[in-house]
C-alpha cells in the first residue's frame, strides 16, 4: 500500500484551520497593518525552531503567551508561546523564547517534578538538547528560570530560597 504526502492546497487549509482554532482573533487581524509585524514575526519563529527540531513548519504554532507579557514602546505585548505537535505520537511540545539567545533558542516547559505545575524547565536550541532532557541518562540541567517561584505551587522543593527565606543554624548558640 502506497500512502502519498498531503499536497500544498491540502496542508494550507489545514495549517489556516489550525492557527484559527488556536487564536481566532489574531489569526482574523493578521493583516490588520497594527498585526502585520507580529504574525510576520511568528512565522519567522516558526521556521526557525521547526529547524532547530528537525520537524516541519506547519507543526509549529505560535500563539500569545497568557502567562508572560513584555514592555515595548507602544506598551506591553504577550509573549511567544510555541507549541510543537509530533505529527506521529500527537504530543504538544510547549516552548517560551529564551531571551539569553534570542531567537537561537528556547525554554521547554514541561511539568515541574516536585509541584507539577508547568515551568520552562531546560533550554532548547537544538534537537540533540530536547533529546538530553528525555533521555534517562542524559544531563540536562535545569533553567535558572525553572526555579522563580512565581511559577510554582507554594511550598515546592524545586524552587530557590530566597534572601528573606535563608538561615543559618549555629549549634552552638
Known amino acids: 500500500m502506497t500512502t502519498t ?3 500544498l492546497s491540502e496542508r494550507a487549509v489545514r495549517a489556516a484551520h489550525a492557527h484559527r482554532t488556536a487564536d481566532p482573533d489574531g489569526f482574523s487581524r493578521r493583516h490588520d497593518p497594527d498585526q502585520w509585524n507580529r504574525w ?13 527540531l528537525q520537524v516541519s513548519v506547519d507543526t ?14 507602544t506598551g506591553p505585548v504577550p509573549g511567544d508561546l510555541i507549541t510543537v505537535t ?8 510547549r516552548f517560551i523564547p529564551d531571551f539569553t ?8 516547559l514541561d511539568q515541574c517534578p516536585d ?6 524547565l531546560t533550554r532548547i536550541a537544538t534537537l540533540s538538547d530536547l533529546g538530553d532532557y528525555l533521555d534517562p541518562d542524559g544531563d ?3 533553567a535558572d528560570e525553572a526555579r522563580d517561584d512565581s511559577n510554582h505551587q507554594p511550598d515546592c522543593a524545586l524552587v530557590l530560597p530566597t534572601l528573606g527565606q535563608l538561615t543559618t543554624s ?3 548558640t
Open 140 to 142: 540536562a540541567p535545569i
Open 170 to 172: 549555629n549549634p552552638e
Open 40 to 52: 510576520a514575526r511568528r512565522a519567522r519563529v516558526a521556521r526557525t525552531i521547526a529547524a532547530a
Open 115 to 120: 509541584c507539577a505545575t508547568e515551568v520552562p
Open 86 to 93: 509530533d505529527p506521529v505520537t500527537g504530543r504538544a511540545w
Open 101 to 108: 539567545t534570542p531567537g537561537d533558542g528556547w525554554l521547554l
Open 60 to 73: 509549529v504554532l505560535v500563539t500569545d503567551d497568557p502567562h508572560h507579557q513584555y514592555p515595548t514602546r
Open 5 to 7: 504526502a498531503p499536497g
